[in-house]
């Protein structure tokens, strides 16, 4: 399984979560495009107007399976080790599912204001159609 996670390479926030979670994955799951990065985003048929509504999870194997805002957040939630006891107690909440993506669009809208905005894109060590040795190594073993 591989997935494809698009963050805000200019969001302070956006950074500081992909970059937990590829020190979590290490480049075993998942592959990393910036949207700032139109050219790669054409590949998958993704707009900068698309990105505006939130970080985008796609499912390589399965290119028509995404999420996109509070719903990829949890995908990815649920694909990580123990994650998907969270997600599952976490959407049994009464009311939570409903608050939770209340709250990430009020995060989206107002995330450089909140978190500030960096002054140049990052670029994940673990970039799409890049897989790097060490997690070919790691995934081969």
Do not use: H
Not at 41 to 52: M, N, P, R, V
Not at 125 to 137: A, D, H, M
């Amino acid at each position: 399984m591989s997935y494809i996670v698009i963050y805000d390479g200019n969001c302070n926030l956006c950074v500081t979560l992909v970059q937990v979670l590829e020190n979590i994955d290490k480049g075993q799951l998942f592959e990393y495009i910036p949207m700032q990065n139109l050219e790669v985003l054409k590949q998958f048929s993704i707009t900068a107007e698309d990105c505006e509504m939130g970080m985008i999870l796609i499912d390589r194997n399965v290119p028509e399976n995404r999420w996109q805002g509070s719903n990829a957040a949890e995908e990815i939630g649920i694909i990580l080790p123990v994650g998907n006891m969270f997600v599952s107690a976490y959407r049994s909440l009464p009311g939570a599912k409903w608050m939770g993506d209340r709250f990430y669009e009020q995060i989206r809208d107002n995330r450089y204001t909140i978190f500030g905005k960096r002054s140049t894109t990052y670029n994940s060590p673990y970039p799409v159609g890049c897989k790097t040795s060490l997690s070919e190594e790691k995934g081969s073993t």
